[in-house]
């Protein structure tokens, strides 16, 4: 079910100013499980199918961003069956701690793991 976009959101949505090059859709959310950023289905210039982007507003750089990330990143892929790109915006990076790009995950005995990666904009 898709939810009305933030107003920062809304050109990218095709909500608002035409951006040459980026159509956008915004959804709030899957029907396996609440994710916490937003997913885009956004088509790139030049492609002809639209790419599932994975967006996560960060106030501050807390711990809780990296396992959250992690949350969402996989279920998106259970609800959609496809891998998105992942972007966090922290919003005011001023303490210490930084935002991970980067999580690593094995199971107890090591016969599975996953690694993920995603992109940190600190604004």
Do not use: I
């Amino acid at each position: 079910m898709a939810d009305p976009a933030p107003r920062g959101l809304d050109a990218a949505a095709g909500r608002g100013e035409e951006h040459p090059g980026l159509a956008a859709r915004a959804s709030r959310g899957c029907t396996a499980a609440t994710v916490a950023g937003w997913v885009l289905e956004v088509r790139l210039q030049g492609e002809s199918r639209d790419h599932l982007f994975l967006l996560e507003v960060a106030a501050y750089p807390e711990r809780r961003v990296g396992n959250q990330l992690t949350r969402d990143l996989m279920l998106v892929y259970l609800d959609r069956g496809e891998w998105p790109e992942a972007v966090v915006l922290v919003l005011r990076p001023k303490s210490k701690y930084c935002v991970p790009s980067r999580r690593s995950l094995r199971s107890g005995c090591g016969l599975s793991s996953c690694s993920l990666a995603w992109r940190v904009v600190e604004l």
